[in-house]
């Protein structure tokens, strides 16, 4: 994966996130821990540049946030998606398979002579 | 999260709309906040890393390291955050109006009754005003059909002093021409009516001018040419042009018509130009049909002509030369030829009068009449409805106060309640829009025929801008005062058991006294107005015309084309057609003249006795009519000394005019000779050498000539052959219905000619109606808007006292249980009610004043503040206000004492 790509990794980061959300509301360290991993440290992320992209999130409406406590008893920030966020993530990973099988079927080695 | 937390921060929010407070999604600053999540995200990964084993120090700096550039971060964070806040703030803007709306409609619907009573009012008052806007706009505002249409002037010639608009000379014309300094160009022309005939006779409007009206109209034809100077020749001036309209009408828009020949009064002539669509002959002469064709005029210089005052002048002035620079330089013009002339020019001179008002004129004072009495009515609709509110507003005290202690701002609750007047006031505004939809027809007949443009009239996008602005400004004007009384409010007052706020109160009744009284001096403005015009229109049924106009038919019939060239042409013509009449059965009498009784405007000076002629002395004009033996019989005219004119009377004429016989009326023979008989006396015409001099041999009672309003000038009627004009009136004595004779009529024309018709045909009542006609519907409107008027300020003089009474109801409980009678109490409260309406009559009276100054000339045999006629119109508001007054009081007083005491 080509993350030099800014465009895509902006689409990819903001999949990410409303993807780690669609369980429930998390927390900014929750939220990096689970995409760590759940990629397994494939994609590389710099903690920090989260917190932009949630605040750009929220700004479009697919955010809420809330203060609380964590289970460590510490307070911090949640974040959970709104209506209107999870239809965004259910069309952007429709579109993201689309985009994959399409891809899946350019390169396929049986199709190549 | 669960959807049971949405609704209930959906509830969260828009409590805080109630309460007028700004939403905040959260409760730290920006700053902070991102500052704090930060820290917390870092100490977490130190945590985490101290548990994999890491030092203290080190595990703090690992996690600083894989956070990244925390000053960037923080500035991304913030820069996001701006972004949501800005567009949160304008959303809030749109949500919070749109809340108001939402708002203002639920208050609207919850009281239908109430909601119609103030949209129906309103509406009476900016209906009529965008109608009369509406005509102002074509009339006025609008472009006129030739470009740079402000430069164009209309060149009148009067005497020295009087603006009359006296039409010019050719002489005169033609020095004017040859040396002003001020004008681009000028043109000649009158008003003819010809005998169009493609298949049948048809009288068409237009007119005769110099080829030089091309310059001053601007107006080049869409198709062919205008004519050339040399064409103005007898010989060669049987050319035409038309405008867009006639040639579409009459030639289904032909476009090889030009070069065409087309017959006029039996003769024919050449189509040589069009005119481009929109193009329209403006004249001070209309009449109520449109003017289209233009044939050249020559213009005589011939100097016997310079006190023959019947041409028309058009002028262009030079690009940036004002009218008042223009006049001054026709005027010194004038100054040369009063000198070079002191017969016919002696006390002449020129004026000029912008084309927006000659094609305006007659109807421009009645317009603003309109406009002002609107604009009353309007105001007292907008005094009315302020009322209400302010009323109302007392009602919605508990309201304003809770969402006061909610946290809404004073502003936030003024915001929010003009917003609902703003509702009220756009609504009646298109209702005001229908109103004004409906009534176009209406406002078409009552406007005087002699304006043009008025097909222009109708409700365009300027109208409808017009018409928003003024719902606007009326919401404003009615809803700001008791918007910001009503959020005046002191919330502790009210929420204590509901007592009356002492404060707030005695604004919101001093204002409402003061839009009381402001509503009744307007309705009494309008009744004192109606009753004056009512008094003024039968003082005008009651004049002595001077003729019996019932049974009369009249039509005006042209004689034009070689045919009826000589004057001797014209006059075995009418004689031929009333011999023909008059052997009618059905037709008891018939005569032809150049003008009909209230037709006045042609007329001369005389001198009588020893007078001579002095070029300064004034002497005052006397009306000539040219007509036919039996004309006063006709007409029904007395014959009060001597004997009428006979055939025998004007045969010489025709070949000598120096000599007549005329009969003149009782007013200059009364003026002249006072007591003593006319007959047999000699008056020569007042100029030198003096052209005529005429034997009186007949007197006959003095019919008006400009309508019952004025008086009756001295007459002269010289036999028709005297002065033949082109165009004569016919008028007919029938045995019955007038208007069933028409198709003989125009049968016996046809039958001596075919190419002639008959036009403005009607009865003498007609005539007569004619010059009442604007008195009557000023009366009428001003009677109707009396009415409306009043209706409305006894509504609001009821409302007020409702209030008010309700507000004294433990004043009222408490006199009442001390033994004061019901009649005492109401007493009490009407007392209110009678200062109020004596200081309205103080100002209603100042502003009838006022008003009667400026249309002084609208009523007739009575000043427009007629003691007797003030006092009833007092009178009738005193009689209604009591009433208005009284039903509250009574109700009020008639209250159980015990129960008043104990509601409060």
Redesign the interface.
């Given at each position: 994966m080509d993350t030099n790509n800014g465009e895509l990794l902006r689409g990819t980061l903001d999949i990410l996130l409303l993807r780690t959300m669609s369980g429930?509301?998390k927390h900014?360290?929750e939220i990096?821990k689970w995409i760590r991993h759940r990629t397994a440290d494939a994609i590389q992320v710099?903690?920090?540049?989260l917190?932009?992209a949630l605040?750009?999130l929220?700004?479009k409406g697919w955010l809420?946030?809330e203060?609380g406590l964590s289970d460590?008893n510490?307070?911090?920030?949640f974040y959970?998606l709104t209506r209107s966020g999870r239809r965004q993530l259910a069309r952007q990973v429709e579109a993201w398979n689309s985009y994959v099988a399409a891809m899946a079927c350019v390169l396929d080695p049986a199709e190549a002579e | 999260?669960g959807n049971g937390q949405n609704t209930e921060d959906g509830k969260q929010r828009r409590l805080a709309h109630i309460a007028g407070r700004r939403p905040r999604?959260?409760d730290?600053p920006p700053e902070r906040?991102?500052e704090r999540?930060?820290e917390?995200?870092v100490?977490?990964?130190t945590?985490e890393l101290m548990a994999e084993g890491w030092s203290p120090e080190d595990a703090r700096r690992e996690a600083l390291e894989?956070?990244?550039?925390?000053h960037?971060?923080e500035t991304?964070?913030r820069?996001?955050?701006r972004?949501?806040d800005r567009?949160l703030h304008l959303g809030n803007v749109l949500s919070t109006l749109v809340f108001d709306l939402r708002f203002g409609l639920r208050q609207l619907i919850r009281n239908p009754g109430l909601s119609l009573v103030i949209v129906l009012t309103l509406a009476i008052g900016i209906g009529p005003t965008v109608a009369i806007f509406s005509a102002v706009k074509a009339l006025i505002f609008d472009p006129f059909p030739y470009p740079e249409a402000d430069r164009l002037v209309e060149v009148w010639s009067d005497a020295i002093g009087n603006r009359w608009g006296n039409p010019a000379s050719m002489p005169d014309y033609a020095d004017l021409r040859e040396q002003n300094t001020t004008f681009e160009e000028m043109g000649l022309y009158t008003t003819v009516s010809v005998n169009f005939s493609a298949q049948q006779a048809d009288l068409i409007n237009g007119i005769a001018g110099t080829a030089s009206l091309l310059e001053v109209f601007g107006v080049q034809p869409a198709l062919g040419r205008w004519f050339t100077v040399s064409e103005e020749a007898p010989g060669r001036d049987q050319v035409i042009i038309l405008t867009n309209g006639l040639w579409r009408r009459r030639f289904d828009a032909d476009p090889d018509l030009i070069g065409r020949t087309v017959r006029i009064n039996g003769d024919g002539y050449e189509v040589i130009g069009i005119m481009p669509a929109g193009f329209e002959i403006l004249s001070p002469w209309y009449r109520g049909q449109a003017l289209e064709f233009i044939v050249p005029i020559a213009v005589d210089r011939d100097e016997s002509r310079r006190d023959s005052h019947s041409w028309l002048i058009a002028g262009r002035l030079l690009p940036g030369v004002s009218v008042a620079a223009a006049e001054a330089d026709v005027q010194a013009i004038a100054a040369r030829l009063a000198e070079l002339y002191p017969g016919s020019n002696a006390r002449d001179t020129f004026w000029l009068q912008p084309f927006a008002q000659v094609a305006a004129r007659g109807g421009l004072q009645q317009l603003s009449l309109f406009f002002y009495i609107s604009a009353l009515v309007l105001l007292a609709a907008c005094t009315n409805v302020a009322g209400i509110l302010l009323a109302r507003g007392a009602g919605r005290r508990s309201e304003v106060a809770i969402r006061t202690s909610l946290g809404a701002s004073r502003r936030r609750i003024v915001g929010q309640l003009l917003v609902e007047s703003l509702l009220f006031a756009v609504i009646a505004g298109g209702a005001g829009i229908v109103l004004a939809l409906w009534s176009r027809d209406l406002l078409l007949t009552l406007l005087p025929d002699t304006m043009q443009r008025t097909a222009g009239i109708g409700i365009d996008s300027g109208v409808l801008f017009f018409a928003l602005g003024l719902s606007v400004l009326t919401g404003l004007f009615f809803g700001l005062g008791p918007a910001r009384i009503a959020s005046r409010t002191e919330v502790a007052s009210v929420l204590r058991e509901g007592a009356l706020s002492r404060t707030s109160g005695r604004v919101r009744n001093r204002a409402l006294r003061r839009l009381t009284v402001a509503q009744l001096a307007i309705a009494l403005m309008l009744a004192n107005g109606a009753i004056i015009l009512v008094q003024s229109r039968s003082n005008l049924d009651r004049v002595p015309l001077g003729y019996d106009e019932d049974e009369v038919l009249t039509a005006e019939v042209w004689l034009g084309g070689e045919r009826y060239a000589e004057d001797s042409a014209k006059v075995a013509f009418c004689e031929e057609l009333i011999a023909r009449l008059e052997e009618r059965p059905g037709i008891q009498r018939a005569a032809v003249t150049n003008k009909l009784p209230m037709q006045g405007g042609t007329s001369c000076t005389i001198l009588v006795g020893d007078e001579v002629y002095e070029p300064e002395t004034q002497r005052s004009h006397i009306e000539v009519s040219y007509v036919t033996p039996g004309y006063f019989e006709t007409l029904g005219i007395d014959l009060l000394a001597g004997r009428d004119l006979q055939r025998d009377d004007g045969l010489t004429l025709l070949s000598d005019r120096t000599r007549a016989n005329v009969v003149v009326n009782r007013v200059l023979a009364e003026g002249y000779w006072p007591g003593e008989n006319a007959i047999g006396r000699v008056v020569r015409y007042n100029g030198d050498p003096s052209r005529w001099s005429a034997v009186i041999v007949g007197v006959v009672e003095g019919t008006r000539q400009w309508g019952p309003q004025y008086g009756i000038s001295g007459e002269m009627y010289f036999p028709y052959p005297f002065n033949p004009w082109m165009r004569f009136q016919l008028a007919v004595r029938t045995n019955g219905d007038p208007m069933a004779l028409v198709p003989e009529v125009q049968a016996v024309l046809g039958d001596l000619d075919p190419d002639l018709a008959l036009s403005q045909v009607g009865t003498m009542g007609d005539v007569t109606a004619e010059r009442t006609r604007n008195l009557h519907i000023v009366a009428l409107l001003v009677n109707l808007f009396g009415i409306i008027a009043l209706t409305l300020a006894m509504i609001g003089v009821y409302g007020v006292m409702s209030y008010s009474v309700a507000r004294r109801r433990h004043e009222l409980g408490i006199r009442s249980a001390l033994g004061a009678g019901r009649e005492y109490l109401v007493r009490l409260v009407v007392r209110q009610a009678v200062q109020l309406v004596a200081v309205a009559i103080g100002l209603g009276t100042l502003a009838t004043i006022a008003g009667g100054i400026i249309f002084r000339s609208l009523v007739f045999g009575i000043g427009m503040l007629h003691w007797l006629y003030a006092l009833v119109g007092a009178g009738i508001v005193v009689v209604l206000t009591l009433a208005a007054a009284s039903l509250p009081a009574w109700r009020a007083a008639g209250v159980d004492p015990v129960e008043a005491l104990r509601t409060d």
């Open positions: 429930g509301a900014g360290y990096s710099g903690e920090g540049s917190y932009p605040r750009r929220e700004r809420e946030s203060w460590t510490r307070e911090v920030k959970r | 999260m999604v959260t730290l906040d991102v999540e930060i917390i995200h100490a977490q990964l945590d894989r956070f990244g550039d925390r960037e971060i991304a964070c820069a996001e955050t972004r949501k567009r």
